[in-house]
């Protein structure tokens, strides 16, 4: 009896084993897939190599020294594709001098990746689709930001301000425009 | 000991089992190289196999229907629909230079957006395919046993033919709806004065059941927004076509910001039976129109183009019932139908959110006249009394939504590159997938319908940058196929398409390949130049013009030397293919011809028009390799001066 369990035994570990060498054909798929993650992580428009065109929104930003954490931001939102994207869009951005302005704390807990959704969230309230300058903003009384919420658009004398933030220079971008802005939009919601 | 080693045993089979279960992860892992996963496998097919489904992607702006097998994405074939086509002489012979006629003359290309497949209870049926052109308002129908371009017909009242073509769930019609309001009818107007003056139609094509021939039923006369897109009503709503609208603000200039002020734009909801019984009963307003309707004659494989005259309109405040206004955020783009024909999906290309109403809620807001204002007299329902729920966050840029038989839906993202897939009914996201780059529609097969068949959905993307070999600054577009069955999204494999792909349909290959056609019969061909022997061949002068009666059939043209021809004569080969054999066509070309080739299936007469302009010999050869002496097969006309006394003669075969 003992004997023949045991066969059961080494027997089914065979077929386990067997059936696990069919698998070990693509064995060489744990390294390939555990690249792909990294590739999923990386990949998309963004992460196009392209020094012919003029420079997009993304790029804008990454190469300004005033907009480190802006872009620290984006980058831990994963928000990178859709900065990339054909657009157009209007990204209102904020100051490294805007993000210090906030609550000490607050843009350290927003990295945070349990804070994901809300940072991009706050991210998002700074993308408008469209490609206005500051001068045709004065047109508006308000824009639709990517959040879903509209940030009021106030003109006062030579200055525009959007969701209570002042424009203070625009670089024009392959895929719309940056408006740097003194201050970070907050939300309502 | 024997124990020890029995655990042994049972730790290696643990081990074994874990290091499997391992592998099965990695097989479904989310990679997108083809060799991290099995994808390669599952989207082969081998040499001499079919594909599981027909897609019937639209060729935009080359104004074609192409046809790809999936899951190989093999390209299959394209269909000549609103463009000439020299490849087979669409649009070049004088059979079918008739079918791109229209009210602005013959025009020879348009921008093909939406193709819909027939429908029988709300299930693909297989029968046909219709297909929108865009600039020039046109509808197609393709039949899907020829797979050729049977009928066109002009939509008059219209500009930007866009939320069309999509078919009621009996085929019973098929929908125009202007992107472009105009002045009905046409006129001398300034600009300006746009608003409350220029209209938007919505056209009802009844569909023939038999024959497939399209009439317009009637025209119903909107205010002026632009209607981007449509769908039919399903099953419990069947008899209702929802359509969206954007520039509510009735905006003539730089719509981009003009036409984006208003929070809500509108989703038209048409009860369309209503205003069927109306116009049945001797409703609407006859008024005076110009539009083509061209059809292609399956015996005389000649093509007629008529124009038609009046058109029957309907203003919607004669029909109590038949109209309403469903708010909806953010310039609504793709307007969609979940199976089962309660949620109408209004995918606010601005907004945030998608926007979800209830059809049975919109019923009930009907009835108890829950009413927030109207619209140059249209009820316009309220918001909240009618919507069944949002789904939030779920991406930037919503375009468009296809559904599974899960009850599963997929929507597209322009902005954020992505497809997601959310439950209908609790709104919650249960997957993303990016997309390479910037997907307008997806597609399910079936996914439209009542019936859809969730095994794959294919992104059609605006934009591919680096996804392939560079090709100069000019780059394909591309459809991206995903497996669906599992509880996520998988992409197997991305090809390039034609023109761009807006929306696509596909359909069980079972349901249409049992019926394509292999050749046409010689006996019914009834084309009046026909030689359906070589008795019949002959050439025969009318004037300047020459009427060459000509067969061909493996490997010579009957007659192959002809004389007698003169600068200045127009001379008309009209050429029959007397193969009846299956994948035996024969091309026909002659030098300095002003148009194109001829391509002739088995059993067709076609007719090419060629002008000689020079004295000399020229020769006329078959195009297509079609046999083992397709090199032989050839022939040679004389033309000779304008005042030559000539006869004409005509031979095969003589010294």
Known sequence: ?189 | MKKSINILFFLAIAAGLVGCNNGNDRKSGKGQGGLATNAAERVYVAPGEHDEYYAFMSGGFSGQLSVYGLPSGRMLKVLPVFSQNPENGYGYSEETKPMLNTSYGFVPWDDSHHPDISQTNGELDGRWIFINGNNTPRIARIDLKNFATEEIIEIPNSAGNHSSSFITENTEYVVAGTRFSVPIPQKDMPINEYKGNFKGSLTFISVDQETGRMGIKFQLIMPGFNYDLSHPGRDKSHGWFFFTTYNTEEAHSLLEVNASQNDKDFIAAINWKVIEEYVNNGGGKMVPANYAHNVMDENTHMATSTMLKEVLTVNPLDVPGAVYFLPTPKSPHGCDVDPTGEYIIGNGKLSADLTVHSFTKMLDAIKNKKFDGEAYGIPILNFEDILAGVVKQPGLGPLHTEFDEKGNAYTTFFISSEVVKWKVGTWEVLDRQPVFYSVGHGMIPGGNSRKPFGKYFVALNKITKDRYLPTGPELTQSAQLFDISGDKMELLLDFPTIGEPHYAAAIPAELIKNNSRKIYKLAENKHPYAAHSDGDTKVVRDGKEVHVYMNMIRSHFNPDNIEGVKVGDKVFFHITNLEQDFDVPHGFAVIGANNAELLIVPGKTETLVWEPKQVGVWPFYCTDFCSALHQEMQGYVRVSPADSDIELSWSLGED
């Open chain 1, 1 to 189: 009896m003992k004997t023949i369990l045991k066969m059961l035994f080494v027997s089914s570990a065979l077929l386990v084993f067997a059936a696990c060498k069919n698998e070990t054909a693509t064995g060489t798929s744990v390294e390939s897939s555990t690249k792909s993650d990294v590739q999923t992580k990386n990949q998309g428009q963004a992460f196009i190599e392209d020094d012919e065109s003029e420079p997009n929104l993304l790029q804008i930003a990454i190469g300004s020294p005033d907009h480190t954490t802006l872009v620290a931001a984006v980058q831990a939102a994963g928000l990178e594709n859709s900065l990339v994207n054909a657009g157009p869009l209007m990204v209102f951005a904020p100051t490294n001098a805007a993000f210090d302005a906030l609550p000490p704390g607050t843009v350290e807990e927003l990295l945070k990746p349990e804070n994901k959704e809300k940072l991009a969230y706050i991210l998002k309230n700074h993308v408008t689709p469209g490609n206005y300058s500051k001068d045709f903003l004065k047109k508006f009384k308000k824009v639709g930001q990517a959040s879903g919420e509209d940030a009021a658009v106030e003109v006062k004398g030579e200055d525009v301000y959007v969701g209570g933030a002042k424009i203070l220079a625009s670089v024009p971008a392959g895929n719309g425009i940056v408006h740097v802005v003194d201050k970070v939009i907050l939300p309502a919601n």
